[in-house]
C-alpha cells in the first residue's frame, strides 16, 4: 500500500530565506506527484505537477524534483515570503490513478 | 469559470440526521471526487465517478453515498451521521484519471 509522508510536519523560517520541503514515498510506480498548497480553511491550490517520466518542475520561485526510484520529491522555495505562509501538501498518484496524500507541511515565514 | 464549488460551506448535524453535500463543476470534467480530510492526516478518497451516472468506491466509503446524475454534478450523502464522520469535506474534478485534479473550497461538518 501507498503510503506518503511529509518531513517537517511544521517548519519556521525567516522572511528572505531558500527553503526546501520533502516528500516521501514508498512505492515508485506513481503515474504523477502533485504539490499543493492549502490556506487555512480554504481549499487545494495545486502548484505542480511532475509526470513520472520528469525530473524536476519550475513555476516562479517555486522547484519541485521527482526521484522515483528513492521515493523522493523536494518542493524548493526560493526568497520566501510572508504571503508563502500555509500548508503544503504532496500527493502521489498511484497505478490505479488514485491520489494518496501526505499529512502535510505547516509553513511559517516570518517577516 | 467558477471551478469546482459546494454547498453548503458549514454544518452542523446530530448524531442520525442525514444530510447531502452538493459538489458541480463547470469545466465538463468527466472524473469527480470526494475526499475526506481531518486533523494531522492528509486527504483520503472517500467515492469517485468516471463520467455521469457512475460511481465507485475509494478508501474509506462505510457510511457515506454518492450520486452522479448530471455530469456536472456530484452529491455525497451521508444517510446517518455519526460523530466519527466530523470532517472537513472535499469535492475534486479532473478531465481524464491521470489528469490534475480541480479541488473545491470545502465543506466543514460537525456532527455532534
Known amino acids: ?111 | 469559470n467558477a471551478g469546482v464549488t459546494q454547498t453548503p460551506k458549514f454544518r452542523v448535524l446530530k448524531t442520525g440526521q442525514s444530510m447531502t453535500l452538493l459538489c458541480a463543476q463547470d469545466m465538463n470534467h468527466e472524473y469527480m471526487y470526494w475526499y475526506r480530510q481531518d486533523p494531522g492526516m492528509g486527504l483520503r478518497l472517500i467515492h469517485y465517478s468516471v463520467g455521469e451516472g457512475t460511481t465507485a468506491k475509494g478508501e474509506v466509503p462505510d457510511g457515506y453515498n454518492v450520486s452522479r446524475l448530471k455530469k456536472q454534478n456530484f452529491l455525497l450523502g451521508l444517510e446517518s451521521a455519526a460523530p466519527s464522520q466530523t470532517s472537513v469535506y472535499f469535492c475534486a474534478s479532473s478531465y481524464f484519471e491521470g489528469s490534475e485534479q480541480f479541488f473545491g473550497p470545502g465543506t466543514r461538518l460537525t456532527v455532534l
Open chain 1, 1 to 111: 500500500k501507498q503510503e506518503v509522508t511529509q518531513i517537517p510536519a511544521a517548519l519556521s523560517v525567516p522572511e528572505g530565506e531558500n527553503l526546501v520541503l520533502n516528500c516521501s514515498f514508498t512505492d515508485s510506480a506513481i503515474y504523477n506527484l502533485q504539490w499543493f498548497r492549502q490556506d487555512p480553511g480554504k481549499g487545494l491550490t495545486s502548484l505542480l505537477l511532475i509526470q513520472s517520466s520528469q525530473r524536476e518542475q519550475t513555476s516562479g520561485r517555486l522547484n519541485a524534483s521527482l526521484d522515483k526510484s528513492s521515493g523522493r520529491s523536494t518542493l524548493y522555495i526560493a526568497a520566501s515570503q510572508p504571503g508563502d505562509s500555509a500548508t503544503y501538501l504532496c500527493a502521489v498518484m498511484d497505478s490505479s490513478y488514485k491520489l494518496i496524500f501526505g499529512s502535510g507541511t505547516r509553513l511559517l515565514v516570518r517577516p
